[in-house]
């Protein structure tokens, strides 16, 4: 009975678990193929109509007299329709009269057929992260040109943010973390303590006293001040979670490296680090994705000019200039996304463990 019952309850956690992956899985999927489709193929159809499907395609054109008046009952294989009934399809036994080209009075017959939609092209991505113009053909067959976004320096400006601004707060976190564990010294408890309270501190009151130091100080705008910003911003988590860690390592550990003359830098760096992997790659996977999709902190710090411009501002402009034009937000926002994904996988092995490090004792 007890074996039924667990039984039944992994069936229901691994039915839940699938159906929230599928949730997220089908929309990136669309993402990434919308972002190799023709800009006129998405502003047509969806994303899913590249795998087989049943749609009208034409079978035979009927040229309609120059004159056929449009206000009148229109004669088409002699039978009368009107203008209304043309425009929006009109279904008989398994075909559809619709208009090709209304003005020069061209009408399709059409029938269901499977097809598949294999455009593809990776002209998004050249309009996305180059800086040239490109030919876009739309819908209607007109080709327009379009100046590439220059994404591509955006990408490495916020990689250039991203890498330190998650390294220099994970270092000096994970010096704190065991210090509070290990060591000793007066203030110790109290001093934690404030670092747990700042958890709960929304960073937007810090902005303003903090910009305005940056302004008296000349950092505003340039990279170390974001990476202060960001190291400041994100050390009371990350310590509070190494502190977790390390605290539960133990004891016997540093009492036989003391006992052999080990420094504490000794004991950091060679007993510490090795023993904290799987924290220290769980904590850096939740620093580097707030850091490289953060837009408030860059915005404030950084500024919107081009030389110095992250990927979540040029994001957020392509949005706002471009809001129809679906085939570039499509592949700014994969282009966005790749690095974060190819971050998480590299160290989801250690994802797990890190979470559940000095969950369990003993």
């Known amino acids: 009975m007890r074996k039924t019952k667990l039984r039944k309850s992994k069936w229901l956690v691994n039915t839940v678990l699938a159906i929230i992956c599928l949730v997220w899985f089908i929309p990136t999927l669309g993402l990434l193929i919308s972002s190799f489709r023709p800009a ?18 034409t079978v035979e054109d009927i040229q309609l007299p120059k004159d056929t008046d449009l ?16 425009r929006a399809g009109v279904d008989l036994d398994g075909e559809r009269l619709i ?12 029938e269901k057929k499977w097809s598949v939609i294999t455009r593809f092209t990776l002209q998004n991505y050249k309009t996305v992260l180059g800086g040239k ?10 080709v327009k040109t379009e100046r590439g976004s220059g994404m591509g320096r955006s990408f490495w ?19 704190a973390a065991y210090a509070f564990a290990w060591l000793r010294f007066p203030g110790r408890r109290t001093f934690f303590v404030v670092i747990v309270a700042l958890l709960v501190v929304p960073l937007q009151v810090a902005l303003i006293p903090i910009l305005r130091d940056y302004t008296s100080l000349g950092l505003n705008g340039t990279y170390f001040g974001i990476w202060l910003a960001h190291a400041a911003f994100g050390l009371p988590l990350v310590t509070y979670f ?16 003391f006992m052999d003359g080990a420094t504490n830098f000794t004991i950091f ?19 580097f994705l707030w850091v490289w999709n953060d837009y408030l902190v860059s915005l404030i710090f950084l500024g919107s000019q081009p030389e110095v411009q992250v ?13 129809n034009d679906w085939h570039l937000l499509t592949a700014a926002a994969f282009v966005s996304m790749i690095t974060p994904l190819a971050v998480f996988f590299a160290l989801q092995k250690y994802f797990v463990r890190g979470l559940l490090g000095g969950s369990v004792k003993g």
């Open 71 to 86: 206000r009148q009952p229109i004669q088409v294989n002699g039978k009368t329709f009107t203008d209304q009934q043309l």
């Open 242 to 257: 190494m502190y977790n860690s390390i605290s539960q390592l133990p004891r016997d550990l540093f009492e036989s490296a």
């Open 99 to 110: 208009w090709e080209n209304r003005r020069a009075r061209l009408v399709n017959i059409q």
């Open 133 to 142: 113009s490109y030919p876009i053909t739309m819908p209607d067959g007109s």
């Open 269 to 287: 760096s060679r007993l510490i680090l090795p023993l904290s992997v799987p924290a220290l790659a769980s904590i850096s996977i939740f620093q």
């Open 311 to 323: 990927m979540s501002m040029k994001i957020a402009n392509l949005v706002g200039s471009r809001g």
């Open 157 to 175: 400006n916020t990689v250039a943010v991203s890498v330190p601004a998650t390294v220099i707060p994970i270092l000096i976190a994970s010096f």
């Open 40 to 57: 006129a193929d998405i502003l047509q159809t969806g994303w899913w109509n590249i795998f087989p499907h049943r749609e009208w395609m």
